[in-house]
């Protein structure tokens, strides 16, 4: 079988198709279909054996979900093994799938759908409340840098192949928790700079009045809004909905305002 059957425009193709379809999911097989759908048009010209095809169509509807953002990597690398090997591949490409969405979605979900969105979010939030738009417009600069670069992904894992797994290897989980690590720090920083917690009660003693917020600030500083965003993660580990919480901190908040509890 030849090694050149799949040429750039193909592999644009698909990648292009991993973005109309990669929304989809089901808790059965995953976003197996999608996979399906972005990938048949390549392996049609893979395999010019339809029971060839069928096989390899069969092999992707098993169980898959990665993160959408870096799943390319994966099926880019697929894409090379079946246009080198055809359907003797197939057991060693379900075991790339099977073995790296895990350790890919770890990375993109950390890094994509947590540190991104909350970083920036925190600097366009903080810079708009200043009545700066600078901090959207980097937001949404970022966000589109990202979104035109992930077709790049399949190219890579279309390049990179069955060398992936050599590449990669014990790096993934080291890389993940490295990400994680700055991820806990990145936020910490965010909530103690953007939470803003203060209590406006105060008391006398010997002719002294002291607040009760320099007596927690003297304690640990930014103390208050560490213990508001602990309750409101407790909270969504016990699967209350956002929008209660965003309800219930609202109503809080007027109320602690108007008896002098909390302050602006």
Known sequence: MSNHKL???DILRTALRHYLGVTTFNYDTGIAP????????????????????????????????CNPWLSPL??????????????????AVQNLKTGLMGPLSGIGDTIIWVMMPTIFGAIAGSMGKKGNPLGMWLFLAVFLICFFLRPYLYFVGYQTGTNLIAKLGQKLDAFTDAV??????????????????QT???????????????????????LLPA?????????????????????????IAMLGAAIGLFKA
């Open 34 to 65: 999608t996979i399906v759908w972005e990938l048949f048009p390549a392996l049609r010209k893979i395999y010019a054996n339809d029971d060839d095809l069928v096989l390899s169509l069969d092999n992707h509807f098993r169980y898959y979900n």
């Open 74 to 91: 994966i099926t880019g690398a697929t894409l090379a093994m079946e246009e080198k090997d055809g359907v003797k591949s197939i057991e």
């Open 200 to 222: 406006g009660w105060a008391f006398q003693t010997g002719g002294v009045k002291i607040t009760l917020q320099s007596v927690l600030d003297q304690i640990c500083p930014s």
């Open 227 to 251: 213990i508001l965003v602990a309750a409101l993660y407790y909270m969504l580990k016990k699967k209350v909905k956002m929008a209660t919480l965003i309800l219930a901190v609202i109503v």
């Open 180 to 197: 994680s690590v700055l991820g806990i720090m990145v936020i910490g920083s965010i909530v103690s700079s953007t939470v803003n917690v």
């Open 7 to 9: 040429t750039k425009k």
